[in-house]
């Protein structure tokens, strides 16, 4: 089974993928842990990639799909299944990533989009405190009551980091919209999306996904 994962930040993705791989056998496929792969094994495509790396910018499309065609091809030859998580986040990349598993003869087999409302999101972005004290990072998710102290060390001194600010989550909402909306829609249009509600526990959530994944 080939499977793309989608979700906002907060959505929970990255931990249901964690779990189905488990359930159903299959890999994860991190780009950013084949990308340190190849440079480290200093192969042809990992010197190109560690070219961008080294001055700060990010790694072509057509390098980034090359690593994953190797890999995949691999994967293929092996009857091993996956998990794509991370990637593709671009329409442009979407294509190319379809384009090259044409060409191997290995389509996709879904788009699983864990889909969980904005304010929730925000709510569960949001709830994460730091000590000043201790730097325990302790979560309030129902909002921090006004008399919380840390539950490390007892010190009423708590604040919020710029990362976990309303401000800099909308921010990366904004981000998330512009470059998965089209990438949803993509998906869509050719049948391979599927909505899963990412509301309730972890559990119910992988089970939902499954009852998906088994009725393919
Ligand atoms: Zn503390």
């Known amino acids: 089974m080939r499977l793309v994962f989608l979700g906002a930040p907060g959505s929970g993705k990255g931990t249901q993928a964690d779990i189905l791989k488990e359930r159903l056998s299959l890999t994860k496929l991190s780009t950013g842990d084949l990308l340190r792969a190849e440079t480290e094994k ?11 790396m080294n001055q700060g910018k990010l790694v072509p499309d057509d ?21 794509l998580d991370g990637f593709p986040r671009t329409l442009p990349q979407a294509r ?10 290995a389509p ?6 864990i889909d969980v409302p904005e304010e929730e999101l925000l709510r569960r972005l949001t709830s994460r405190w730091t000590c000043r004290n201790c730097g325990a ?4 998710p129902g909002g921090k009551p006004d008399d919380a102290i840390c539950p490390n060390c007892g ?15 909308l921010k990366r909402f904004d981000v998330y ?21 990412g509301e309730g526990e972890i559990e119910e959530i992988t089970q939902r996904i499954e009852t998906v994944l088994k009725k393919m």
Request: charged content about 35%; glycine content about 4%; aromatic content about 10%.
């Open 42 to 52: 200093q192969s042809p495509l990992g010197k190109k990639a560690a070219e961008y």
């Open 63 to 83: 390098i980034m799909i090359d690593i994953l065609k190797k890999k995949v091809t691999e994967f293929e030859k092996e009857g091993i299944g996956y998990i």
């Open 96 to 105: 190319a990533l379809d384009a090259m598993l044409e060409k191997i003869e």
């Open 108 to 113: 996709l087999d879904a788009a699983i989009l």
């Open 137 to 140: 990072t302790p979560s309030f």
């Open 155 to 169: 010190s009423k001194d708590l604040y919020q980091r710029e990362d976990d600010t309303r401000e800099t989550i």
């Open 177 to 197: 919209r512009k470059n998965t909306y089209p990438l949803i829609d993509y998906y869509e249009k050719n049948g391979l999306l599927h909505r899963i509600s």
